[in-house]
């Protein structure tokens, strides 16, 4: 066996793997994002890369990205519950979560959501490494969990729609 076979062999055991489990891994990989746990983990490679690997269809295509983005709405939710029956302490303790509120960052964070309320969900929420960001102050603040969820649902689905079509114009071009 060459060094080709064995590759090709390993990339198409990957593409099964891919389409026989890949969408409920996606989804816990987005709420887990959606934690915030998972900002270590690449929307960039794992969005698109799953459509493409896939070739999914327009009705896969969509599916896709309506269950990531219902993935990271959960996760958000989380945050967003915990801190409101826990407080801080809740996202203090998760791992890869680093919210110090005397850091001028957090400061900016915070006064981004005082001034703006939910257009700042939104537009972060847009934003890559912005993401999530606004539900600390938005829980704590007891901004309205529905409007939170409008804002924050809506922008993570326009975000997520973005990636996956910016992606597959990029392999049009390439092909």
């Not at 076979?5 to 990339?11: R, S």
């Not at 900016?108 to 600390?136: E, H, K, M």
Request: proline share 5%; hydrophobic share 50%.
């Amino acid at each position: 066996m060459t060094v080709r076979t064995f590759l090709a062999d390993v990339l198409s055991q990957l593409v099964v793997f891919a389409e026989l489990f890949g969408l409920p891994v996606l989804f816990v990989v987005f709420i887990l994002k959606g934690m915030l746990i998972g900002k270590p983990l690449s929307t960039t490679l794992f969005l698109p890369g799953y459509v493409i690997a896939t070739r999914a269809d327009t009705p896969e295509t969509i599916l896709t990205v309506l269950v990531v983005t219902a993935g990271y709405i959960i996760g958000q939710l989380v945050i967003y519950l915990g801190i409101d029956r826990y407080g801080l302490r809740f996202v203090e303790r998760l791992p890869y979560v680093n919210f110090d509120p005397t850091n001028d960052r957090t400061q900016q964070v915070l006064r981004w959501f005082d001034t703006y309320g939910g257009l700042a969900v939104f537009t972060s929420n847009c934003l890559p490494w912005f993401r999530g960001l606004l539900t600390i102050p938005a829980a704590t603040s007891d901004y309205p969990l529905g409007r939170y969820v409008v804002y924050m649902g809506s922008s993570s689905l326009l975000y997520h729609s973005a990636y996956v079509v910016l992606a597959l114009a990029g392999v049009q071009l390439v092909l």
